[in-house]
């Protein structure tokens, strides 16, 4: 979990291997004689330039010489020289971590994103109205933190395209000293099962199945599919299925099935990233199976919700995965090829329910919804 702004910053105790230098400078002047010029290594003999001026390599690690203080380091008591000693004392090295950590920004207001399910222009349309991207599809938030729920791909036109947009925003949101993050959705998990297993039969519960029927069946489009490439399998195989942000338990489903993975946000997030490299078709389909389950904040109430929070920790529920009129009881279907099913409720924010304990955050965009992108915490 991110170390938040308000927090003392952690000095950790120094070891031998902080103080780890190259051969070229751990040579000790003999008592008496003037120091030995440094060796200096092949690779630096010819120091880098800028407009015709030599420039100081920098030193290597985190261990700074005093002699080397960096620009904006205010000195204290330990930097000042000692006077009155015949000899000066020999350089001491002090660690950087805790003013490393002290310099950096702090971080901005936490942003989450409903299930977007390849819609790619709606996304765009909505980051850009919370001020998070630019006209051009950039990062323009600066430290700001934004999660994805989950459910990139299937139903919508341009799932891959989705994909490579949230990883392109989270370098460009890390180099401004922000984030943006991504959690495991069912509809991941049915397409990692389509590229991995396609028509392989499944031992499902139900009877025989494939992830590939599955996956058709789920609004799994052949475009994405043609389009995905190593880089995007390997993104994808690698999130976390829950985390845990100023309080915001964050999730993609509605269901207490996360329990059967671990009592623990960590235990639960390295035993889905197992299965997945086991890469064992029947666990497969089981997680995708249970994470596909919905409704429990609903039907079992709040209680439901305490019980994760009580083993995750957090003070509310965010997730996505059940589309809001569906959790109003509003008719309606995610059927792409049913367009006089793609109707429900007007979505203008999340579905705050079971007793204030769980937020909703699938506008529907799938049903002629909205495609939500709201900030935390809710002021509801």
Same mark, same amino acid.
């Given at each position: ?235 994808? $195989? #690698? ?9 915001? *338990? !964050?999730?993609?489903?509605? @269901?207490?099935?996360?329990? /059967? ?53 957090? $003070? #509310? ?9 569906? *959790? !109003?009881?509003?008719?309606? @279907?995610?059927?792409?090829? /049913? ?42």
């Amino acid at each position: 979990m991110t170390q938040g702004a308000d927090e003392e910053p952690v000095v950790r105790t120094a070891t031998l291997r902080d103080f780890r230098v190259p051969p070229y400078a751990q040579q000790v002047p003999v008592q008496g004689e003037a120091p030995a010029a440094p060796q200096v290594p092949p690779q630096a003999a010819q120091p880098r330039l800028e407009n015709g001026q030599p420039v100081a390599p920098a030193h290597p690690g985190n261990a700074v010489p005093d002699t080397e203080l960096p620009d904006d380091y205010t000195p204290t008591e330990r930097d000042l020289p000692v006077l009155g000693d015949d000899e000066a004392p020999a350089p001491t090295v002090r660690m950087q971590v805790a003013e490393d950590r002290a310099a950096e920004p702090a971080l901005g207001p936490l942003y989450v994103v409903g299930d977007v399910h390849g819609y790619l222009d709606e996304l765009l349309a909505a980051l850009a109205e919370q001020g998070l991207v630019d006209g051009e599809g950039h990062w323009s938030a600066g430290t700001a933190r934004l999660w994805f729920l989950g459910d990139f791909t299937d139903r919508g036109p341009d799932g891959v395209g989705v994909i490579d947009l949230v990883m392109r925003l989270s370098a460009e949101a890390a180099a401004a000293g922000g984030y943006c993050k991504a959690l495991m959705g069912n509809h991941e998990l049915l397409l990692l099962g389509a590229k991995r297993f396609g028509p392989t039969p499944i031992n499902s519960g139900a009877g025989t199945a494939t992830f590939h029927a599955a996956w058709l069946l789920n609004g799994g489009q052949q475009s994405d599919m043609e389009r995905l490439q190593d880089v995007h399998l390997q993104w994808m $195989s #690698r999130l976390d299925a829950v985390a845990e942000e100023d309080g915001h *338990l !964050l999730m993609h489903s509605d @269901t207490t099935a996360y329990l /059967d993975y671990g009592t623990t946000i960590d235990d639960v997030n390295d035993t889905v990233h197992q299965i997945l490299t086991r890469n064992d078709a029947d666990e497969c389909w089981d997680l995708f199976r249970k994470l596909t389950r919905r409704f429990a904040f609903r039907d079992d109430g709040p209680d439901a919700v305490r019980e994760l929070l009580s083993s995750y920790g957090g $003070s #509310r529920i965010v997730h996505g995965h059940s589309p809001i009129p569906y *959790l !109003l009881g509003e008719v309606g @279907t995610e059927d792409p090829d /049913d367009e006089g099913g793609r109707s429900g409720p007007v979505v203008e924010g999340p579905h705050v329910y079971a007793d204030g304990l769980a937020v909703a955050m699938d506008g529907g965009v799938t049903m002629a919804g909205k495609l939500l992108v709201v900030q935390l915490p809710l002021h509801d």
